[in-house]
């Protein structure tokens, strides 16, 4: 399973690789010229793709699914992955805006960002909490707390390597 995690963990660092904020921070600085807005956009999307084609990966070999629960599963699993990808829209929406604010940011500005960062977190655990009858629908609980459980365990590494690739926002000062 830890192989398994390895991969998810590369196309998390590419993911930064391509972040709004690695780009504003190389556009600002003495370094060529940053890719345009709309190849980095694309970049993006692709990426994310990819991350939720691993992620199903991932999901698929580490949960324990007869045929029947699988077929049943999926579409559930399907549902919840679009309304997840709706609130990484925002998340990446979000990060762009941090971008484009970096350097010149008030605390106002500040302000805005952080309450919608933890707005979204809040999003994150209503859906999961939204899901979970769902889920519990179509196959035993012991399935559903894995299944959960993987979900989690993507999304921190995902969100652990944003976060050490997005700076303080005091150390744009």
């Not at 029947?68 to 805006?97: N, R």
């Not at 604010?101 to 809040?122: F, I, N, P, V, Y």
């Amino acid at each position: 399973m830890k192989m398994k995690f390895v991969v998810l963990f590369v196309l998390a660092v590419a993911f930064v690789t391509y972040s709004p904020i690695a780009h504003a921070q190389a556009a600002s600085s003495a370094q060529p010229a940053a890719k345009p807005q709309a190849n980095v956009d694309q970049d993006i999307q692709l990426l994310r793709k990819d991350i939720r084609s691993a992620k199903k990966q991932l999901i698929a070999a580490n949960l324990k699914l007869t045929d029947d629960q699988a077929t049943k599963f999926w579409p559930v699993y399907e549902q919840y992955s679009a309304e997840v990808s709706k609130l990484g829209d925002q998340k990446t929406a979000l990060i762009k805006e941090y971008a484009d604010q970096w350097g010149t940011m008030t605390d106002d500005q500040a302000s805005s960002l952080a309450k919608r960062a933890l707005a979204l977190d809040e999003q994150t655990a209503q859906l999961r909490t939204k899901y979970l009858p769902l889920f519990s629908k179509v196959v035993p609980g012991k399935v559903v707390a894995t299944f959960f459980q993987l979900d989690r365990r993507i999304q921190s590494l995902l969100d652990i390597q944003l976060a050490a690739n997005i700076p303080l926002v005091q150390a744009q000062d």
